[in-house]
């Protein structure tokens, strides 16, 4: 009886241990927490549950019945789109700026100097990654570029900075290439698919617009 007395008080007395050590450490763990160790989480409430909100990335699926040209040529569309999407954007950048410093300046010489300089820094910033493009990326690229200046194509952007004569060179040399300066955009028809791509990237990425 006394060994079993001893047992058990020996029990009760490492149980205590145990517990005076865990709400020793957990007091420890309490205290080193400051104000901004605080962590914001997106939640929503579900029938009175707090519950912790994500927003997951999107994901494809593809039925078996898609065959893999269509999977091809939709994996060459949408990588296009990611290669050229942040050209088009400074490139637009660009013009709507140019177009925003010589309105209504009448100094010849003035928005023939100012177009040459932005034009060079283009030259310098784009040269080098453009004309590592493809034929396909191109025609993408031109694509997105009538997009983000609102409208605007490739052939009436150079017509309208540099002058007629200019726009019917690159013409013709896009032609040779199996290109079109002046390509259209129809983001609700012709090109939705690129308008989900370029909607994909901006998600991705921040992009605003």
């Not at 030259?123 to 200046?149: A, H």
């Not at 040399?173 to 901006?202: M, T, W």
Request: one cysteine or more; charged letters at 25%; glycine letters at 6%.
């Amino acid at each position: 009886m006394r060994k079993s007395f001893l047992h058990m008080s020996l029990k009760s007395a490492a149980l205590f241990l145990i517990l005076i050590v865990g709400l020793h450490n957990t007091s420890n763990c309490q205290s080193s927490f400051g104000r901004n160790d605080t962590l914001t989480r997106m939640a929503i409430v579900f029938e009175g549950d707090t519950i912790e909100a994500k927003i997951l990335p999107g994901i494809y699926i593809y039925s078996y019945a898609r065959n893999m040209g269509t999977k091809a040529k939709w994996t060459r569309l949408r990588n296009a789109v990611y290669v050229t999407y942040p050209y088009a954007r400074k490139a637009a950048i660009v013009f709507n700026d140019i177009n925003k410093n010589i309105a209504g300046k009448t100094d010849k010489a003035f928005v023939r100097n100012y177009i040459n300089s932005r034009e060079k820094e283009l030259k310098k910033e784009f040269t080098d990654p453009l004309t590592n493009l493809s034929v396909y990326q191109g025609k993408v690229l031109m694509k997105l570029i009538n997009r983000e200046t609102g409208g605007n194509n490739c052939y009436d952007i150079v017509k309208e900075l540099k002058g007629g004569f200019t726009a019917r060179f690159w013409q013709t040399v896009a032609f040779f290439f199996g290109s079109n300066l002046k390509q259209p955009y129809d983001a609700k028809d012709a090109d939705a698919e690129i308008e989900r791509f370029v909607k994909e990237v901006q998600r991705m990425y921040g992009y605003s617009g």
